[in-house]
């Protein structure tokens, strides 16, 4: 094991700092001479460091089966050795990852083998066999297997026979022509028959794409087109050949072993699939008046290979090295593909790895790598020397602005959250006078210039949170200051007697005049008997708490943390109307500083005074029976409170803490489990005791979430509702000749809302499928109150169960 990571280190550094062809060939050549001496030895390490490195850092994975192929072309009984074990550790890695459905990975290992059937390692027609096993499994119908066959199975193995076959076409078409056109052809019936039924079957798409269909390409899509192209000009070698011919006289010995029979595991109902991928069309170069790119010339086809190729480097260079940000952006930029693979210049390797981190950024339900990592990886991009991605990067977000009313709720989200963080890198510098027409004052009646206006605003809101007020000010031209909103001071009710009492309070609590608990409940008690005035009692608490608390967040943790089981021992006295009081209290307090009021909630959220349903309903506010009677004015305050990004973001910040906790408790069931089989006689009680406890914390975790989730359908529908009755009166008010201008305003302010709440509906349903899976349409038409249907969400839940069925396989009848 030693040796193999030894092997692993030294083998991982082959192919750093490169400048040209000539460079990776040396460090090639230099790796062979190195591990030749030990290879009689240590072949099986090789072989195992080989794997290993190629999965790590898929970037490489070229050099790597060159490496391989060098290594095993001298015809010894070490060679023979070394290729049989290495094809069957292939083959058990495989099978390995195929059971844990780790579509990466298993991209990478294919892809390894192809290029070592290149190196001639490998026997072409066995390894064609393999990737006719894969593609067979694709084509199989859902109902072939006992276990099924969902679509999103059938994707994946579409995805890694296609993208495996662009990297060793050529070497196939040379040595089994009529088998690859046997394979082509199973390959193109597969995207025909997916084709067909996706038209013939409600589309799920609009639960996981990040924009306008018009602006993303799936990857499926695309591959079709990139085996067209590849088919059509006979497999061309100059994209993936360069190095084999560097090395051509040797690898011409090559021993071209079968590779060993590949088993492929049934579909369970624990696999978990790979969601459809999609590319956004950002940073590349659109004409000026196309507003459907997907449907333009902006990808030549003459460059469609070339794109591919490059595309998937700088994809596997942005994955691999996720763990080393720094190091991430270096390979990209001196791995540069106009010197070592020379059919991509320098310009189109900076705007293909901005549109690849920008599409990483985007992907739903979540990111596959840490969203903070993209955020730190364009950042370093933009600070190499020399480097032109800040152009192209200006370009992505001139476009991305520009489209601002085509974005799914979230993903506008994480874009404002990015170019915001990106901005407090570079002194909040910007084009902003390019952006100054969102404050015209007739913004609100043109629905895309008003996501313009929110867009720029959440920026701004968000800046304002990484730096301080005048700063913000001070970068930004006059008109747009008016989007800036100075963080308000807390606020008390000064003439009711409560706010007095608290005051006092409150100079008890901090420094050196602090009293124990049973002082401030005697002081509290006297003023306000616990069995006439529980309601001023506890009010007056919690406004002593808060002010006490308000200097900093420290504070106010110091402070609550001490006078806790005071709080607790009022909450148990009346606790509902305890919780609905106390984020009254705080709500009101810290009304003009959403950053304090998310603080404090969450705070009373994790010492369980508060539970998630209500810690929900303090940031998404109801609608009141006023407005359930058709009135409604521009500057209504839920309707204000509802155009507030923060709330939003807010709710999603709960769900992934709850998501957190359910993860916790499934590890810790998970250690509790393993210990108590395997404790001693004198151990079985305390694990036992344990394993309870941990079984008890992870049901409650799971009860939580599925509260939260129902909690949030119902409470998006009954806003929903109310808000389909407002456009529907405005929309009568407008037919019978009022204010024209005033309607328009406020039907696109009633539109951003429902974008809002569907958004929030769609996140909710495509990040708890599990807890939908388990949830009959009944249940959910109770629980939402379903009296009156809403086309938007009966079309939202068709959505869902077909995304059900390409997931699970399975026909989910919700009615």
Not at 320 to 341: R, W
Not at 377 to 400: G, R, T
Request: hydrophobic share 40%; with cysteine.
């Amino acid at each position: 094991m030693e040796s193999k990571q030894r092997l692993v280190h030294f083998l991982a550094r082959v192919g750093d700092k490169l400048k040209s062809k000539g460079d990776l060939e040396a460090q090639v050549s230099k790796a062979v001479d190195t591990l030749r001496p030990k290879f009689a030895v240590e072949y099986k390490e090789i072989a195992s460091a080989l794997l290993e490195c190629s999965t790590q850092l898929p970037h490489k994975s070229v050099a790597y089966a060159v490496l391989g192929g060098v290594l095993a072309a001298s015809g010894s009984e070490e060679c023979h050795s070394f290729v049989q074990y290495l094809g069957d550790s292939i083959c058990d890695r495989l099978q390995r990852d195929l059971q844990s459905c780790s579509y990466r990975t298993c991209r990478a290992v294919f892809r390894f083998c192809a290029n070592l059937t290149q190196a001639a390692v490998f026997n072409p027609k066995s390894f064609l066999r393999w990737l006719e096993l894969v593609i067979d499994e694709a084509l199989k119908p859902s109902d072939a297997d006992p276990g099924g066959n969902p679509l999103s199975r059938k994707d994946m193995f579409y995805l890694l026979c296609t993208n495996t076959l662009l990297w060793c076409g050529n070497i196939l078409q040379e040595r089994c022509a009529s088998e690859l056109e046997s394979l082509i052809q199973k390959i193109f019936s597969f995207h025909q028959h997916r084709t067909t039924n996706k038209e013939q079957e409600p589309s799920f798409e609009q639960l996981l794409l990040p924009m306008d269909a018009n602006w993303v390409v799936e990857k499926v899509s695309k591959l079709r087109k990139v085996m067209e192209r590849a088919v059509a000009e006979k497999w061309p070698r100059k994209y993936v050949s360069w190095l084999y011919d560097a090395f051509d006289t040797t690898l011409a010995r090559g021993l071209e072993t079968n590779l060993p029979l590949l088993s492929i595991p049934l579909h369970s109902k624990n696999h978990i699939y790979p969601f459809p991928d999609y590319e956004l069309f950002l940073g590349i170069d659109i004409p000026n008046d196309n507003t459907d790119p997907n449907n333009s010339s902006m990808e030549d086809e003459d460059d469609i290979l070339r794109d591919f190729y490059a595309s998937e480097l700088i994809s596997d260079t942005i994955s691999s090295l996720k763990d080393n940000h720094s190091l991430a952006a270096a390979v990209l930029l001196s791995f540069s593909f106009s010197k070592v693979e020379p059919f991509v210049n320098d310009m189109q390797t900076y705007a293909l790895a901005i549109r690849a981190i920008l599409s990483k950024m985007a992907h739903l339900p979540m990111t596959d790598d840490s969203i903070l990592y993209y955020h730190v990886l364009l950042i370093d991009l933009c600070c190499m020397e020399d480097s032109q991605a800040p152009l192209k990067l200006l370009i992505a977000v001139e476009q991305m602005f520009a489209v601002a009313d085509k974005y799914d709720a979230e993903v506008f989200d994480r874009w404002t959250d990015w170019f915001a963080r990106h901005l407090s890198n570079f002194g909040y510098k910007w084009n902003w006078d390019d952006w100054v027409f969102v404050t015209d004052e007739k913004t609100y009646e043109d629905e895309k210039q008003m996501y313009q206006l929110i867009f720029c605003k959440d920026v701004l809101q968000k800046c304002l949170r990484l730096s301080y007020f005048e700063h913000i000010c001070n970068s930004v031209p006059t008109p747009l200051r008016q989007l800036v909103t100075e963080p308000g001071k807390a606020t008390l009710d000064e003439t009711e007697e409560e706010t007095a009492v608290a005051k006092q309070l409150a100079k008890h609590m901090i420094g050196k005049e602090r009293k124990s608990i049973a002082e401030i409940e005697e002081l509290l008690s006297v003023r306000f008997p616990f069995d006439t005035a529980l309601s001023s009692a506890f009010r007056t608490l919690c406004r002593a708490l808060l002010v006490s608390g308000s200097k900093t967040f420290s504070h106010f943790d110091v402070v609550l943390e001490h006078y806790l089981d005071l709080l607790r021992k009022l909450f148990a006295m009346d606790r509902p109307n305890m919780k609905r009081w106390i984020v009254s209290e705080m709500s009101n307090y810290w009304q003009s500083s959403p950053q304090h009021l998310e603080y404090v909630l969450e705070k009373l959220w994790s010492y369980r005074l508060i539970d998630c349903s209500t810690l929900f309903d303090a940031a998404i506010p109801l609608f009141g029976h006023n407005n359930n009677n058709n009135q409604l004015v521009e500057d209504d305050p839920v309707l204000c409170q509802l155009m507030e990004t923060w709330r939003w973001k807010f709710v999603r910040k709960v769900f992934d803490r709850v998501r957190e906790h359910v993860e916790i408790a499934k590890e810790e069931l998970n250690m509790a489990a393993q210990a108590a089989s395997q404790a001693t006689e004198g151990e079985i009680d305390a694990a036992n005791l344990r394993l309870k406890t941990a079984q008890t914390a992870n049901d409650n975790a799971i009860k939580e979430q599925k509260e939260i989730f129902l909690h949030a359908l119902r409470r998006a529908y009954a806003i929903l509702q109310v808000l389909e009755k407002l456009e529907e009166h405005n929309s009568t008010d407008k037919a019978d000749g009022n204010d024209m201008s005033l309607s328009l305003r406020l039907h696109n302010k009633i539109s951003l809302c429902k974008w809002r709440v569907v958004g929030l509906m769609k996140e909710t349903i495509r990040k708890h499928l599990d807890l939908l899976e388990t949830t009959s349409w009944e249940s959910l038409k109770a629980t939402l109150n379903f009296q009156v249907p809403l086309q938007a969400v009966q079309f939202l839940f068709e959505e869902s169960k077909q995304l059900l069925k390409y997931c699970r396989g399975k026909t989910f009848h919700f009615s």
